[in-house]
């Protein structure tokens, strides 16, 4: 079903945001148009992309759907996409979704999740968040955060129903622009849509980077046990904080959360975790009694123990707050999801 749409520079409550095209997720009152300045946005035909265009707040959306490969190509070069950019209808894609104007959506879904300060949120099924072939993963929480590859490119792969960043060893993904934004060292949950189990050896599987410290030693660094399990660790002095996350299950989509109370004063942090929308449930091991550094960029698929092995199923999203979802706002985000991932 198509989204209502409109143009904004700023957040809206119950939305999405990539650049300042804005779409609404949960229920709210989107019409009239000429009150509300809220659209309805177009649904991709089967195998095509719709690229939407928001100029401001007093112009109506501009959707175009190319017919062709080349008509994707001509249509950048109109919008004034050049060189490299104009090589081939993914690269012209990648090149109009990193524009602040637009958004591209290739097929997927945006599902209601809970938005109220969401600080990020990238999917390899969510329209705005990924181009196929393009090598950046786009967060459409409103932060516009870009992550970046690093090494080998991850393929995007259906995995049932569902697609996810098959891990291969040497590919994973960095922001290293605005990190601060995603404020691991508050409260704050993460989220994470997981295919498979950790083959090999430990890796990390998402952290903040440390710039004094070690990852782990500052706001979060999360690691993938071998096997299905996780455990995630917090804070440096005396010692380290640990605490354990819900196992993943084989052959099949998990949702699986953590999250944690502030760690910016001398008091203990407390962390909890979730599994496919289950009542949170509190594992935390406190062991800092000193207020934690901020950290730097925010890395997924890679960091203290390094890159998440071939072999080990793939990822399909990731979502963080700067806040401590509830226990309905779990279960809210995991029936929203739940559907594209076969659950």
Request: glycine share 12%.
């Amino acid at each position: 079903m198509p989204k209502p749409i409109k143009y904004s520079s700023s957040k809206v409550n119950g939305s999405l945001k990539k650049g300042n095209v804005v779409v609404g997720v949960e229920g709210g009152n989107y019409g009239p148009t000429s009150v509300t300045g809220w659209y309805n946005s177009v649904d991709p035909p089967a195998g095509k992309s719709v690229i939407t265009q928001v100029v401001n707040a007093s112009t109506p959306p501009r959707f175009y759907v190319p017919k062709d490969d080349n008509e994707t190509i001509r249509l950048a070069k109109q919008l004034g996409a050049t060189g490299a950019n104009t090589g081939s209808a993914a690269s012209a894609l990648a090149w109009m979704n990193s524009q602040d104007g637009f958004a591209v959506d290739s097929g997927g879904s945006l599902p209601a999740i809970v938005t109220d300060q969401l600080s990020s949120y990238v999917s390899a099924n969510a329209p705005g968040s990924y181009i196929s072939g393009d090598t950046k993963w786009y967060d459409i929480s409103g932060n516009n955060l870009v992550f970046n590859t690093i090494g080998t490119p991850l393929t995007r792969t259906l995995y049932g129903t569902a697609y996810g960043y098959t891990f291969n060893g040497s590919g994973y993904f960095r922001c290293s622009s605005n990190y601060n934004l995603v404020d691991m060292g508050g409260d704050c949950t993460l989220i994470m849509w997981i295919y498979g189990a950790q083959a090999g050896s430990r890796r990390t599987i998402f952290q903040k980077n440390g710039t004094s410290y070690q990852s782990y030693q500052q706001e979060i660094a999360v690691t993938w046990e071998v096997g299905s399990s996780f455990s995630y660790y917090s804070r440096q002095s005396p010692n380290y904080d640990y605490a354990g996350v819900a196992a993943t299950t084989a052959n099949a989509w998990s949702m699986v959360a953590l999250k944690m109370s502030t760690g910016k004063t001398a008091s203990c942090r407390v962390g909890y975790n979730s599994k496919n929308g289950s009542a949170w449930s509190q594992n935390y091991g406190c062991r800092s009694s000193v207020a934690l550094l901020a950290a730097a960029d925010t890395q997924i698929g890679s960091g203290y123990a390094g890159t998440c092995n071939a072999g080990s199923g793939a990822i399909g999203a990731v979502l963080t707050y700067n806040k401590m979802l509830s226990d309905a706002e779990i279960l809210q985000n995991y029936n929203a999801m739940k559907s594209t991932y076969g659950l």
